[in-house]
T-cell receptor
Framework: GAVVSQHPSRVICKSGTSVKIECRSL??????MFWYRQFPKQSLMLMAT?????????EQGVEKDKFLINHASLTLSTLTVTSAHPEDSSFYIC?????????????FGDGTRLSIL | GDSVTQMEGPVTLSEEAFLTINCTYT??????LFWYVQYPGEGLQLLLK?????DKGSNKGFEATYRKETTSFHLEKGSVQVSDSAVYFC???????????FGQGTELSVKP
């Protein structure tokens, strides 16, 4: 089945560091990828929609200069948390849809646990 | 607007008990419906789906039937196992771009 690989799975770093998270679709092409944030015991909050070859679409309230998204190819999207601070600590999850199949559900990565000290 | 409502958790069951997690939705038209499962510390996995009214999705002993009359997509399993302990999310797409609306998630804890 479809596989989405997310890397790294866990990051611990100092405040002020920028952190890049990669999301790859391994066996299908994904025109669109999605980035979510999840707080403990809560549902997923969509941050942005990443479109291959164009600018990402951010949800209301999400700072695009803080969370930089690049979707340079049909199999890779990256999320960079710039100048991260403790309040950015969270579980970040990406997902992707197969462009060849309509009405296809999203396939999710295993998430990245980001901890800012 | 479109929305998904799940029963609140946590749900605690003994092994081999019957499971029902309720999910109701409001939507324009008849979108596909999904159940995702999230095991501790992991991302989401698609558990099952239904693409039209009266469809029954099934996987790993779990079932859910798309009922347009009651706008529901309840998740059921006849005999749960400890390994089923996870958070379950009901979801539906809300635009052609593929965005998903998630329910708030229901945590299931199965005790031996």
């Amino acid at each position: 089945g479809a596989v989405v690989s997310q890397h790294p799975s866990r990051v611990i770093c100092k405040s002020g560091t920028s952190v890049k998270i990669e999301c790859r679709s391994l066996d299908f092409q994904a025109t669109t990828m999605f980035w979510y944030r999840q707080f403990p015991k809560q549902s997923l909050m969509l941050m942005a929609t990443s479109n291959e070859g164009s600018k990402a679409t951010y949800e209301q309230g999400v700072e695009k200069d803080k969370f930089l998204i690049n979707h340079a190819s049909l199999t890779l999207s990256t999320l960079t948390v710039t100048s991260a601070h403790p309040e950015d600590s969270s579980f970040y999850i990406c997902s992707a849809r197969d462009r060849q199949i309509s009405n296809q559900p999203q396939h999710f990565g295993d998430g990245t646990r980001l901890s800012i000290l | 607007g479109d929305s998904v409502t799940q029963m609140e958790g946590p749900v605690t069951l003994s092994e081999e008990a019957f499971l029902t997690i309720n999910c109701t939705y409001t939507a324009t038209g008849y979108p596909s419906l999904f159940w995702y499962v999230q095991y501790p510390g992991e991302g989401l996995q698609l558990l099952l789906k239904a693409t039209k009214a009266d469809d029954k999705g099934s996987n790993k002993g779990f079932e859910a039937t798309y009922r347009k009359e009651t706008t529901s997509f309840h998740l059921e399993k006849g005999s749960v196992q400890v390994s089923d302990s996870a958070v379950y999310f009901c979801a539906l797409p809300y635009n052609q771009g593929g965005k998903l609306i998630f329910g708030q998630g229901t945590e299931l804890s199965v005790k031996p």
